[in-house]
């Protein structure tokens, strides 16, 4: 393994784990760097099947961010790996690696922590430093300039290989939107808008821990985070649940203000692809969701 200065990087599909995968390479400009894009509920059908003709020694490093993955310990306990992620639910849990390395701590986001860790090596220009800003931005949904949104919108307007095109568009840091971004936005706006003016909403009470906390509910596709926020706005509930008819799909999004653990309670009602972290998780839609929308009743 010395000399090879080869790495591979499995990041989450989303923005901060795109952007993760784009800082690394920063931090790893001497290497081969090759990319795997998953999910926590895809890790393991994913790395599986990347086995089948890979194999994770022949990496020097073998990188893995921006994901929960200690359920899936026994695929990645090797001395070569190296894990960083922000999650709590991770944070709790690194005593099951025994030969990884790990970088796991409590963040608003994998590539606030990975710039933290590694800058005193970086020479960053004030464009690739305003990206990692507006992606820790929109992680921690803190939202605290409207450009962190358009990029989030952006990004996953994008289709096909989202991680080439990404990098394609911004490795040299956030030097403003193109035409074609702005484009998208455009696009994203006029859908979200339409969402909104047909929206059915549902109201009821969910009973968490021996705590009662109010839920509405609702249909949609996509923008889960956003129309989770305008819901909250608009009803001030704790819990925002969002069925996606199209995929099967359930998506549960808590409150800044509430303190139910989204992932705990998606367990109680689920046992398929059940998971996720405090503030956000999800399931395929299952009798235990179907016996939940019985109590419902509409709002608007």
Not at 100 to 116: E, H, M, Q, R, T
Request: aromatic fraction near 12%; glycine fraction near 4%; charge should be neutral.
């Amino acid at each position: 393994m010395q000399g090879n200065k080869k790495i591979l990087i499995c990041s989450d599909c989303d923005l901060d784990g795109s952007g993760s995968y784009w800082l690394l390479t920063k931090v790893f400009k001497d290497y081969t760097i090759d990319s795997l894009t998953t999910t926590v509920k895809k890790f393991r059908t994913d790395l599986s099947n990347w086995k089948l003709t890979h194999k994770i020694e022949d990496y020097e490093m073998f990188i893995v961010c921006d994901l929960d993955v200690h359920t899936d310990y026994e695929f990645i306990d090797y001395k070569n790996v190296a894990i960083i992620d922000h999650h709590k639910s991770h944070f709790e849990n690194t005593h099951v690696y025994k030969n990884a390395g790990f970088n796991v701590k409590i963040y608003p986001s994998c590539i606030k922590l990975i710039y933290d860790t590694y800058k005193e090596k970086l020479n960053l220009t004030s464009e690739e430093k305003k990206l990692i800003l507006l992606i820790d931005d929109y992680d921690s949904y803190e939202l605290k300039t409207k450009l962190s949104l358009m990029l989030n919108i952006v990004y996953w307007s994008y289709t096909g290989d989202r991680l080439g095109r990404f990098i394609a568009d911004f490795n040299d840091g956030f030097k403003g939107f193109k035409q074609v971004h702005l484009n998208m936005i455009d696009i994203w706006k006029n859908k979200f808008k339409e969402t909104i003016d047909n929206m059915q909403l549902f109201s009821t009470s969910l009973t968490i821990d021996g705590k009662d906390y109010s839920c509405c509910s609702t249909f949609g596709d996509f923008a889960i985070n956003e129309i989770s926020a305008y819901i909250f706005k608009k009803q001030n509930c704790d819990i925002v649940m969002i069925i996606n008819q199209k995929s099967q799909r359930v998506y549960l999004r808590r409150n800044k203000t509430c303190d139910a653990d989204m992932s705990k309670f998606v367990l109680s009602i689920s046992d398929k692809e059940a998971g996720g972290h405090e503030a956000a998780a999800g399931c395929l839609l299952c009798d235990g969701v179907m016996e939940l929308t019985k109590t419902m009743k509409r709002i608007k």
